[in-house]
């Protein structure tokens, strides 16, 4: 069983910037896919960073391109988001996830509100 716990939410003014980190709980450097998803009220949960094992190729959602930038430190089984430039619409509960061949785990999600 992975546990991932997250931490670096919280409240930020518009253009402002705050780092999420994800620490879990197994060696994660030769099985787990890492990225980071949110979930804004009302919305479905959509996935904004992923990252490879090796840390070698990432994928973005479009809304957050330029912005935001994932990174994993296996040595470490830690995995953040570096948010900059960040909008009111980036206010969601932000969710660790690690993926295997066959599971998906989640950390219990940590909140990001975004002022205007």
């Known amino acids: 069983q992975v546990q991932l716990v997250e931490s670096g939410g919280g409240l930020v003014q518009a253009g402002g910037s705050l780092t999420l980190s994800c620490v879990a709980s197994?060696?994660?450097?030769?099985?787990?896919?890492m990225g980071w998803f949110r979930q804004a009220p009302g919305k479905e949960r959509e996935l904004v960073a992923r990252?490879?094992?090796?840390?070698?190729?990432?994928y973005y959602n479009d809304s957050v391109k330029g912005r935001f930038t994932i990174s994993r430190d296996n040595a470490k089984n830690t995995v953040s988001l570096q948010m900059n430039s960040l909008k009111p619409e980036d206010s969601a509960v932000y969710y660790c996830?690690?993926?295997?061949?066959?599971?998906?785990?989640w950390g219990q999600g940590t909140q990001v509100t975004v002022s205007s």
């Open positions: 996830n690690a993926r295997s061949i066959t599971t998906d785990y």
């Open positions: 197994v060696r994660t450097a030769s099985v787990y896919l």
């Open positions: 990252i490879s094992v090796s840390g070698g190729d990432t």
